[in-house]
């Protein structure tokens, strides 16, 4: 039997009809092209110009986390800026911010009384003494500098059961996600009550992120514990001293510093 095609089909030709629909149906999407992944800009190995005014930090393993020598100013610069830009005056000069691991194990070598700068004489006593007097010295004015430090909320469903992680190493992305970028984050283990701490306490028995552990002793440092979306500082004036990890990111003042780092090579 043979099918007889009509020749119109509700009011319209059917002759031509499939390439009249063709020529009306919508052009294919292009695929987007993709994105290209960040790229995280090294830290240069750039030799200090002036290396007479850095302390050589002897490269130490704390736990999982470790660090190379490493020269610290023995002043703060960069003042009057937020966190983040602290951060990119940093990069700018090709040094970066202590961490919290390292600026403690730096007190503690200038506490030791014996430091070598980056040419390799050693520091004067007194010069080590002034230093120790800038950060730690309960007494006005008011200093503070930034530490390597993010805190944040992390896993769980809905926030629920969620862990707070410290985020440190933060270098800066190029492309397509540029901005600051930490390398590494994982969950902290630490004392979680703002409390008052010993300092030699604090510094012998930190943890592998420098920060107190549950048994730290009371003492005459003011610790606020870790807080989510914060960051780390240290300050000291005529009231007291404090390592605070409750510290809005945003904030700035003419007092708040940061003390430059770079690798020694």
Known sequence: ?????????????????????????????????????????????????????????????????????????????????????????????????????????????LKTGKAFDGAGSQVDPQRIEGILDEILTVRNPWRSEWLDAKFENKGGILGLGSKLHINYDHRFLSGVNSGLSHQYSEEVDCLMTDKQIDISDWLNNANEHGLPTKNTSGGQIYYYYPRNGRVAWFLAYSGWAYLDCDRDPTYSDTSLGVRPAREKI
């Not at 736990?63 to 703060?76: A, C, F, I, Q, W």
């Open 1 to 109: 039997m043979r099918i007889k095609i009509p020749e119109n089909f509700m009011g319209k030709p059917v002759k031509g009809s499939i390439e009249r629909g063709l020529a009306n149906a919508p052009a294919p999407s292009t695929p987007e092209p993709e994105k290209p992944a960040p790229v995280i800009k090294p830290r240069t190995s750039v030799p200090a110009t002036d290396p007479q005014n850095y302390i050589i930090l002897p490269g130490a393993t704390h736990g999982k986390y470790n660090y190379p020598d490493t020269l610290v100013s023995m002043e703060r610069r960069h003042f009057n800026k937020d966190w983040i830009s602290a951060h990119a005056a940093l990069y700018s000069d090709d040094e970066y911010m202590l961490t919290i691991r390292q600026f403690a194990d730096f007190l503690a070598l």
